[in-house]
């Protein structure tokens, strides 16, 4: 099998369909900003990490949980937003990231801090995604998440400010734990989006038992893409719909062994799905909260899974077509991946 060195594998040109722009904050600016928005750094570099990142498997959710809490404190004001939307786009580049999909949950930012709302939140962080095309010859486009666990009410309420938005929103996205969220009950808000011209992806089949989900969220709610989506291998019937559908996956290998949806590397179905004739694709997810870079999932499923320069090229023309950004701005890159 052909080597890819790191620096190979930083080297090739990527698309990133599956980025949570409110935990793709960069280290260096998490610990540089979170002494100046009341929360005291720990002495040692090992206990600032531990206080922010997610670095081996999860085993005690709520510690992981107080994590994304540390960092969503950070962001605290419109100018960090726009500066954190800027380094996003700064990081993906220099990780060989051309066609770049950022997504994020207005109710997540806007909770705890009440000096921003929806709209200043949106403001800030396209402004920072602005700025760094004006930098970075790339595509990029945001996606508005709705959290499954808030009521139906509020979640009316962001899919209307997505709607509003929907010249610098690409798509709707619903997020957050499956067990107990049935996705079934947002399908009106899911059409009221499609019809309003809005892409749908949902995070779906991620955890062990949630296949049966990936179909409703198809079926019932329109999904054009599935959020991980992995746990179908389990579930022949539906990877069959999916197979069919040609309804690419948002696959995130390191993200899913972190969150132990697979217990290791080697158990991960990424290539057993490829071969099954599934649309695959390799994402990031977290790469702030994980101290990841996409090239990273690229080194893991080298070495674990044997994956190829072909590979990659294959999972990125898949990506690349399943983009949700415009076809004008999309094919200004269209030349570095075909
Ligand atoms: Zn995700």
Redesign the pocket.
């Known amino acids: 099998m052909e080597k890819l060195y790191s620096h190979n594998i930083r080297d090739l040109i990527k698309v990133d369909l ?1 980025r ?1 722009l409110d935990c793709s904050v960069r280290w260096s600016t998490l610990i540089e900003l979170a002494p100046l928005v009341g929360i005291p750094l720990a002495d040692t570099v090992q206990g600032q990490k531990d206080q922010f990142l997610i670095t081996g498997p999860m085993t005690d959710l709520g510690s992981v949980l107080n994590k994304f809490l540390n960092a969503q404190k950070v962001l605290a004001s419109e100018e960090i937003l726009t500066r954190i939307a800027y380094e996003a786009c700064e990081d993906a580049f220099n990780d060989g990231i051309r066609v770049l999909e950022l ?1 994020y949950a207005p109710t997540f930012i806007a909770d705890g801090h009440s000096e921003l709302n929806f709209e200043k939140i949106h403001r800030s962080l396209a402004e920072g995604v602005l700025l760094a095309k004006k930098t970075y010859p790339m595509a990029v486009g945001l996606i508005c998440i709705v959290q499954r666990i808030k009521s139906y009410d509020v979640a009316a309420e962001v899919v209307d400010f997505a709607i509003d938005k929907k010249g610098s929103f690409v798509a709707l996205d619903l ?1 957050d734990n499956e067990d107990g969220f049935d996705p079934k009950i947002f399908a009106p808000l899911f059409q009221k989006a499609k019809k309003a011209g809005l892409h749908l992806t949902v ?1 779906s089949g991620e955890t062990p038992n949630s296949a049966p989900w990936v179909k409703d969220s198809i079926e019932i709610l329109g999904a054009e893409r599935i ?2 989506g992995i746990q179908i291998i389990n579930d022949p019937a539906v990877l069959n719909f999916v197979k069919e559908k040609k309804i690419p996956l948002e696959i ?1 290998p390191i ?1 899913n062994y972190l969150t132990q949806s697979f217990k290791t590397y080697e158990e991960h179905p990424i290539r057993k799905l490829m071969e099954a004739g599934v649309q695959v694709t390799v994402n990031s ?2 790469p702030g909260v994980f101290a990841t870079t996409l090239s990273d999932d690229y080194e893991v499923l080298h070495r674990v899974h044997g994956f190829t320069k072909a590979d990659f090229a294959r999972c990125n023309q898949i990506a690349f077509n399943a983009s949700f950004i415009s076809e004008s701005e999309k094919n200004q890159f269209k030349k570095d991946f075909f």
Do not use: F
Request: glycine content about 10%; overall charge negative.
């Open positions: 599956h949570h997504r997020a995070h959020g991980h995130c993200s997810d977290d």
